[in-house]
């Protein structure tokens, strides 16, 4: 095993070469993966586009009822005809988003601690991968802790999630967890998305950062950018652009979408982004027009 002593920071990351995909696949680092991992990954990432947009919905794991998630079975029926991909826990996905949507489903698997601990990086794989089939996931989410004090067992509870999700071809989602005691820096994510990708994660949940095209370029498999807190619509439409010019292969949003005044527009505003090549600009003055909101307001 390589040591730490004398190892030298990564500069030449090529950012201006693509990807070498080994084949037409839409989805990168998937091209030598099997028919059925291949299908589900199909049913995230747009296969005209190459990328999706996330809805996720699964706060209230540890958060309990957040505001804008208040009614599960009102708003997601709303806004599921806008998203590639819901992400929810099975009791939200079950109770509240009907089956005849036929949507893409990331199924958040993980969970071990709630709002009422300090220390949210415990966490382990809870849900049986039986149960992950019969609810026809797409993909499996695993929170990951790097640097934190879960790091080793939400590791392992993500290679756990890895051998039991190619055993039956449905991909994993690793996600990049940020605490507040951890850092957000351009080399902190360069090492976490690197690290899951290479346990066999086919899809990795992050957040942007400075030099963004750095980290999309040292991951070998489809980075999706974390919407994160609620920001000003404008703003999240930027980082929805940023992300997208940086190497990003879609965004998953949460907060930023349903704790807007206006989720529907929002999300549709998304899409132009995400989908149809919109600049922030483009995105922003299309979400006034759908609201009928004055650029003054």
């Known amino acids: 095993m390589a040591d730490i002593i004398g190892n030298k920071a990564a500069k030449n990351f090529s950012e201006d070469v693509p990807f070498s995909n ?3 696949y839409h989805v990168k680092g998937a091209s030598n993966l099997d028919w059925g991992m291949k299908d589900r990954l199909s049913r995230i990432f747009n296969p005209e586009t190459g990328k999706t947009v ?4 699964d706060h209230g794991y540890f958060m309990g009822p957040t505001s804008g998630l208040e009614r599960l079975d009102i708003l997601i029926p709303k806004l599921a005809n806008y998203a590639d991909c819901l992400m929810g826990t099975r009791g939200a996905i079950r109770s509240s988003v009907p089956p005849t949507f036929n949507k893409s489903i990331a199924l958040r698997a993980s969970s071990g601690s709630s709002v009422l601990q300090d220390d949210l990086s415990h966490e382990s794989m809870v849900v049986d991968i039986e149960d992950a089939i019969r609810m026809n996931a797409s993909a499996i989410a695993i929170q990951t802790f790097i640097g934190a004090d879960g790091q080793k067992e939400t590791i392992e509870q993500l290679n756990k999630a890895v051998n039991l999700g190619t055993r039956y071809s449905i991909p994993t989602l690793g996600v990049v967890a940020v605490g507040k005691e951890m850092e957000r ?4 994510f360069l090492l976490a998305t690197r690290m899951l990708a290479e346990f066999g994660a086919s899809i990795v949940k992050t957040y942007y950062c400075d030099d963004f095209e750095k980290v999309a370029a040292a991951c070998p498999v489809p980075l999706v950018v974390a919407g994160g807190k609620k920001i000003h619509e404008k703003d999240a439409l930027t980082l929805a652009y940023n992300s997208i010019q940086g190497g990003a292969a879609g965004v998953d949003m949460g907060r930023n979408i349903f704790q807007s005044n206006f989720p529907e527009e929002m999300i ?3 899409n132009k982004v995400v989908h149809e090549g919109y600049t922030d600009k483009e995105a922003y003055d299309f979400f006034l027009d759908l ?3 004055s650029t003054k307001a």
Do not use: C, I, R, S
């Not at 996330?54 to 919905?57: G, I, K, R, S, V």
């Not at 820096?185 to 902190?188: A, H, I, L």
């Open 185 to 188: 820096t351009t080399q902190f």
């Open 291 to 293: 609201t009928n909101v």
């Open 54 to 57: 996330m809805l996720a919905f």
């Open 268 to 270: 549709q505003a998304v």
């Open 22 to 24: 080994h084949g037409n």
